[in-house]
Structures are given as C-alpha cells and as structure tokens.
C-alpha cells in the first residue's frame, strides 16, 4: 500500500517520544526542527538529550502522557512498550509511528532533505528505512546547496509578475546552479 505525503505545521504543538535512546533523539532533532514541542519520556536517556529543548520526563510511560499529543512516536527498545504505546495512540486517534515495527504504524517517519523553506520527504512504505535513508543522501547531492536561497528569492517574486514570468524566472534560478 502507497502512503499519501501529507506536509502538516507542528509549529508548538506537542509530540510524545517514548524511549531514550539513539533512536529517540534522532526523531526528537527532527521535530525540533518544525516546531514541535516535544516530550520525552524514558527511563533514562542519552546524553545528547540534555542538549536539546525537548521536556524530558524520566520514568516509565503512562498513557496520560498523550493527553494534548498531537502525533506520537513509540522508541523503546521495548516492544511490549511500544506495542503499548501503539495501541494507546490507536484509540485515542492519535498518529503513531513505532519505530521498526510497520504494523504499529499509522505514518512513517520520512527521511528528510531539508534547504530554508524546502523539505523533501522520502518514504518507502515502511518497506525499507535503510533504503529512504540511502535515497535522502542521494538527494541531498542532487539538490543544489543553494536551495534555500532559490526559495527565498523565488518567495520574492511570487505574486509580482505574471505567471510565465514567474516560471521563468524560477527556472532560470534553477540553472544557474
């Protein structure tokens, strides 16, 4: 089965990590990145965790910890844990993705290609992360590293010429790189 790319704000909205580990951190960075307010909650943690602005909660999870939550992520690497976080996401209409565990899904995480205002994401299904991974690198090199700047600019001009201008001129920031 083929999932829909749906791109949604996360912009303050809360998004539960269970688990503390590597793991863990990597989908806490990523959600950073958009806004999110993101919870943690684990046992314990990695050290990394500290460095960053996520709300880590040093226990075992409980399901009142999703109240409020707008996606989850279940990173344990506890599967009777993550199975429980699943299907607590589950009947409260929660989005959950459980890592390496696609039956426990309701979306994936998708690899990412990020440039200023440009995300990229890349997903198989949950048929192969390795694979989207290998995929996200081979983009990042196709992309040019001037991506962000191309975007700003054609932002810019939005709205300020015609329509064949506009293509144009995009097209032609585009070649330039």
Partial sequence: MNYFPMFVSLEGKKCLIAGGGKVAFGKAEKLLLFGADVVAVAPS?????????ATLVRGAYTPELLDGAY???AATDDKAVNARVAADCR?????????DDKE????????LVLRGDVTVGISTGGAS?????RLRERAEEAFPQSLKEICERAKALRGSVSAEEYARAVEDMLHEN
Avoid: H, M, V, W
């Fill in 45 to 53: 943690f990695i050290p990394q965790f500290e460095k960053i602005s």
């Fill in 71 to 73: 996606l989850a992520i």
């Fill in 91 to 99: 009947a409260r209409g929660i989005p959950i993705n459980s890592a």
């Fill in 104 to 111: 426990n899904c309701t979306f994936f995480f998708p690899a």
């Fill in 129 to 133: 992360p390795y694979l989207a991974a």
